[in-house]
């Protein structure tokens, strides 16, 4: 696809949804993200592309500039706009139970939260069947943006029955360490890992355009004696995570 077709109007923007530079943004990151667009390859000058486009040249700034926030664009003083190769992938094992803080803190990289939505809730049939709570009593939620080094990476929705976390206000950073603090962190969990393509607000957040295909994790954590403690849902961005697991014979 040539550079004529590929920004002409009618290949990304759709009246009602959303800003034009938003949405000329996530058409040029899902180029990059399939393919048509490869490592290396230069974007057309602001004025060429605004032309194409049939935008200002305050759209195609404001497109740009959120995909070199998103890792996508590298900006060359005097030379242009450049495609960027893929960043090594961050690895996490699906074998250990280790918080987001401390696998970034063990990479040496720098862990940040953002606190989208927290409080103390009914229970939803999906939290009554995870954690095993009854209709009348409480639940903790926490929604947060995760990122490292300054680039999102994941959002996690966590639930937890009030007992064990009365007051979700006292999670900041690590969920994990709040627990351990009340000596109620879990010691196993099961995660069921699934490929979706991200959607709306979530995208976003992400940075990603919209329907790109991420890695839905839902995870079950649990005390020793077995209870159902912490329900996550989490969306991580496949292009820079890697989950990795490690499988042994069983003896059998």
Same mark, same amino acid.
Request: hydrophobic share 35%; proline share 7%.
């Given at each position: ?84 190769? %893929? ?5 996490? %094992? ?67 029955? %009030? ?10 950073? %690590? ?78």
């Amino acid at each position: 696809m040539n550079a004529e077709s590929l920004f002409q109007p009618e290949t990304w923007h759709r009246p009602g949804q959303g800003p034009r530079y938003l949405q000329l943004s996530r058409h040029i990151g899902r180029a990059i993200t399939e393919g048509t667009l490869q490592e290396g390859q230069q974007l057309p000058a602001e004025r060429d592309l605004a032309e194409l486009a049939n935008v200002s040249r305050v759209t195609v700034r404001k497109a740009v500039a959120e995909l070199v926030e998103a890792g996508l664009i590298e900006q060359r003083r005097g030379a242009g706009s450049f495609v960027m190769g %893929s960043a090594p992938k961050t690895e996490q %094992s699906l074998s250990t139970l280790v918080s987001f803080t401390e696998n970034m803190q063990a990479r040496g990289r720098v862990s940040t939260s953002r606190v989208l939505d927290r409080g103390l809730f009914p229970p939803s049939p999906d939290e009554i069947m995870a954690l095993g709570l009854s209709p009348s009593v409480s639940v903790a939620r926490i929604e947060r943006l995760r990122s490292a080094d300054d680039t999102p990476m994941a959002i996690e929705r966590s639930s937890l029955p %009030s007992d064990i976390l009365p007051d979700p206000e006292a999670v900041e950073t %690590s969920l994990y360490a709040v627990l351990r603090r009340r000596g109620q962190a879990p010691s196993r969990a099961i995660q069921r890992v699934t490929a979706v393509n991200v959607k709306g607000a979530d995208a976003q957040l992400l940075c990603l355009p919209e329907n790109t295909a991420i890695l839905q994790i839902d995870r079950t954590a649990y005390l020793d004696n077995g209870r159902p403690v912490e329900f996550t849902r989490g969306f991580y961005r496949s292009d820079i995570y890697d989950f990795v697991s490690e499988l042994r014979p069983d003896g059998g």
